[in-house]
């Protein structure tokens, strides 16, 4: 029972975060705002990004 109680406590608090297409500070969504972080974090590491980028194919 209290094992119950304290799984549908999480549960209840994971749904108080904003959605994705919230508005957030300076004109963009929360889910931009985080892919920007996300983007920023990975230029000050110097790390490529994880998907959707095209490498340039080897010259012949």
Known sequence: MRA???LALAIC?????KPDNAP???GV???EARALD???EM???????RIGVATAA???
């Open 4 to 6: 119950a109680l304290l």
């Open 13 to 17: 608090l994971a749904a108080c975060g």
């Open 24 to 26: 957030g500070k300076g």
């Open 29 to 31: 969504t929360v889910g």
């Open 38 to 40: 996300e983007a920023a």
């Open 43 to 49: 230029i000050e590491q110097d790390k490529p990004p």
């Open 58 to 60: 080897p010259a012949r």
